[in-house]
């Protein structure tokens, strides 16, 4: 199984859809950084809105243009990868840790492209990823009893250095197990009503197009029929 190559061979696709003049969105993640090198490659003249600080760098660092959702506040298109994503196209995010900026620059695009191997394609969210959820450090273990309530086994997101691990806005991660998510979108609301939580890592009702590699290719997806007949 070479992901990497699906990686590639999904990011090229995507960065295809990017044209010129146009204010793109940036999401995070190894997919993601993929996405900036090919655009890098094509030589692309668009506009890059990053939704985290290490997709800043790496596009600032190989020469793409940026920008900011208070210079542009509407973008043409945005760009993400995910960890999960479901027949539906609702999917959970947040394994870098950005969800929180990523689905504000995502409310602020036309459109909005997924890239994913197809190993993160699964039948029901919370299969294999917990959802991340942003909280507050002067709430941190009353937000995690709150969270524990709702149904889910929260464990307090840890950096390399021991640490708790800090977002790009000061804040911490807690990721919680849900060993089954049925209705994810009563789950975003329940979670985000939960005080101390600033935002979680469910996406719902947000893609317009999942791009998928996998070892043909990769494939486009628009709609639960064809996600469903790619899955079989």
């Not at 793409?64 to 973008?75: A, I, M, P, T, Y």
């Not at 969800?99 to 459109?111: D, F, L, N, P, S």
């Amino acid at each position: 199984m070479d992901t990497e190559m699906w990686k590639r061979a999904v990011a090229e696709a995507a960065a295809k859809l990017v044209r010129d003049k146009m204010v793109v969105g940036l999401g995070s993640g190894t997919t993601v950084a993929k996405v900036i090198q090919a655009l890098v490659k094509l030589k692309s003249e668009a506009i890059f809105v990053p939704s985290s600080s290490a997709t800043q760098r790496l596009a600032n660092d190989l020469g793409l243009k940026l920008s900011s959702l208070d210079v542009h506040g509407k973008l043409d298109l945005m760009i993400d990868g995910a960890d999960e994503v479901d027949p539906n196209f609702n999917m959970i995010k947040g394994r870098g840790g950005a969800h929180t900026r990523e689905k504000i620059v995502a409310g602020a695009a036309k459109r909005v492209i997924i890239v994913v191997t197809k190993t993160k394609l699964v039948k029901r969210l919370g299969e294999r990823a917990p959802v991340p959820v942003e909280v507050l450090p002067f709430a941190r273990e009353y937000t995690i009893r709150r969270l524990a309530e709702l149904g889910g086994e929260p464990r307090l997101r840890m950096g390399i250095s021991g640490a708790p691990f800090i977002t790009d806005n000061g804040n911490y991660v807690v990721d919680v197990k849900f060993h089954s998510i049925p209705q994810p979108s009563e789950l975003e609301q329940e979670i985000n009503c939960v005080p101390g939580v600033i935002e979680n890592g469910l996406f719902i009702r947000v893609v317009d197009i999942v791009l998928v590699g996998h070892e043909g290719g990769h494939a486009k997806l628009r709609s639960k029929r064809e996600f469903l007949k790619f899955m079989r």
